[in-house]
T-cell receptor, first 114, second 114 residues
Framework: GAVVSQHPSRVICKSGTSVKIECRSL??????MFWYRQFPKKSLMLMATSNEGSKATYEQGVEKDKFLINHASLTLSTLTVTSAHPEDSSFYIC??????????FGPGTRLLVL | AQSVTQLDSQVPVFEEAPVELRCNYS??????LFWYVQYPNQGLQLLLKYLSGSTLVKGINGFEAEFNKSQTSFHLRKPSVHISDTAEYFC????????????FGGGTRLMVKP
């Protein structure tokens, strides 16, 4: 089956620093990748949708200058949390879509901002 | 726009008992339906999906779900649960005419007791 990886799986950083999270489709090319945020004991909230080579589409209420998304290739998308603050602490999950098929989810990245 | 309601936030059940996790949706267009499972500190794993055809869908780990268009439901069932089924379960929908953008329900925590 289609495999999606995320790196790092867990990161702790100081307030004010930037953190980059990578999402890779390992055995397929993903036309579209999605970034979700999940708060403890809550559902997934879509943050943005990214297509290779074009600007990401952000959901309402998500700051695009805060959460920078780059989809440089058909197998890699990155989410950079800029100037992270404790309220940005969360579980970030990416998914990758093969055109016309289901989304395949990564294992998630736990971000803790001190 | 679509919305998904998972009526039960938690479902406790004894091992080897049957279980049903409820999911209702609303949409003005036809939809695709999904169930995902999330184990602690992990991403989402697809259990099953309904795209078209038979309304009874069989998935992995012995789970099945039935699409009921008149009741706008897609309940998940398993005839005999195991301790290892303890996890968070998410129902999701996507509009059949809008790519694979998913809308998630709030999740149901299945707690299997020995």
């Amino acid at each position: 089956g289609a495999v999606v990886s995320q790196h790092p799986s867990r990161v702790i950083c100081k307030s004010g620093t930037s953190v980059k999270i990578e999402c890779r489709s390992l055995d397929f090319q993903a036309t579209t990748m999605f970034w979700y945020r999940q708060f403890p004991k809550k559902s997934l909230m879509l943050m943005a949708t990214s297509n290779e080579g074009s600007k990401a589409t952000y959901e309402q209420g998500v700051e695009k200058d805060k959460f920078l998304i780059n989809h440089a290739s058909l197998t890699l998308s990155t989410l950079t949390v800029t100037s992270a603050h404790p309220e940005d602490s969360s579980f970030y999950i990416c998914s990758a879509e093969i055109a016309g098929e289901t989304q395949y989810f990564g294992p998630g990245t736990r971000l803790l901002v001190l | 726009a679509q919305s998904v309601t998972q009526l039960d936030s938690q479902v406790p059940v004894f091992e080897e008992a049957p279980v049903e996790l409820r999911c209702n949706y609303s949409s003005s267009v036809s939809v695709y339906l999904f169930w995902y499972v999330q184990y602690p500190n992990q991403g989402l794993q697809l259990l099953l999906k309904y795209l078209s055809g038979s309304t009874l869908v069989k998935g992995i780990n012995g789970f099945e779900a039935e699409f009921n268009k008149s009741q706008t439901s897609f309940h998940l069932r398993k005839p005999s649960v195991h301790i290892s089924d303890t996890a968070e379960y998410f129902c999701a929908v996507s509009a059949s005419n809008a790519g694979n953008m998913l809308t998630f329900g709030g999740g149901t925590r299945l707690m299997v007791k020995p």
